[in-house]
Antibody
């Protein structure tokens, strides 16, 4: 059974880069069997799909953030994929989730504040 | 880019009522739709995939239907533990805005 776990800093300063990693168990990120997604949820608001990556395809991003985001697969032995969101503001404060189409991580809260 | 529209945004119903939530995709997505349930303070949980396939452990009072652009989530007999926000999602893509379900 696939399991996902987000990790990364819980506090990021405005204008800096938010970087998160998702560690996958039960499947290989390099197998091509899944799309690997990042999703976020500001407090009290709905779910926002950020983007996805697949071993055999280019990444695809939500137009709302596509100029600031990179999602990539770690091709080393770590079985991870990552999110990088540049030039963050307070509006990027949210719980960030990694997910496949049918499995979610537990989420990690990232706060953007000086 | 696919956009998903859900309705209603919230509803209040009595225990035992039949509840229906609709979801519309901006383009044809065949059956590639997931329904998620999120209770307060918890991560979302997948209720069903492929528009109508219940995940293991999901009560049979939940059902899904639809294909193409129009989809429905039905709770046949609303229970107190079903209080949550429900989201549709095109596979590996956009979410609907959510439907908050409360008990009257």
């Amino acid at each position: 059974q696939v399991q996902l776990q987000e990790s990364g800093p819980g506090l990021v300063k405005p204008s800096q880069t938010l970087s998160l990693t998702c560690t996958v168990s039960g499947a290989s990120v390099s197998s091509g069997n899944y799309y690997w997604n990042w999703i976020r949820q500001p407090a009290g608001k709905g779910l926002e799909w950020i983007g996805r990556v697949h071993m055999s395809e280019g990444p695809k991003y939500n137009p709302a953030v596509k100029d600031r985001v990179t999602i990539s697969i770690d091709t080393s032995w770590t079985n991870q994929f990552s999110l990088s969101l540049r030039s963050v503001t307070a509006a990027d404060t949210a719980v960030y989730y990694c997910a496949t189409f049918d499995v979610w991580g537990r989420g990690t809260l990232v706060t953007v504040s000086s | 880019d696919i956009q998903m529209t859900q309705s209603p945004s919230s509803l209040s119903a009595s225990v035992g009522d039949r509840v229906t939530i609709t979801c519309r995709a901006s383009q044809i997505i065949a059956h590639y739709l997931t329904w998620h349930q999120q209770k307060p303070g918890r991560p979302p949980k997948v209720l069903m995939t492929a528009a109508s396939t219940l995940q293991s452990g999901v009560p049979s009072r939940f059902s899904g239907s639809g294909s193409g652009t129009d989809f429905t989530l039905t709770i046949s007999s609303l229970q107190p533990e079903d209080v949550a926000t429900y989201y549709c999602q095109s596979y590996n893509s956009a979410f609907g805005g959510g439907t908050k379900v409360e008990i009257k």
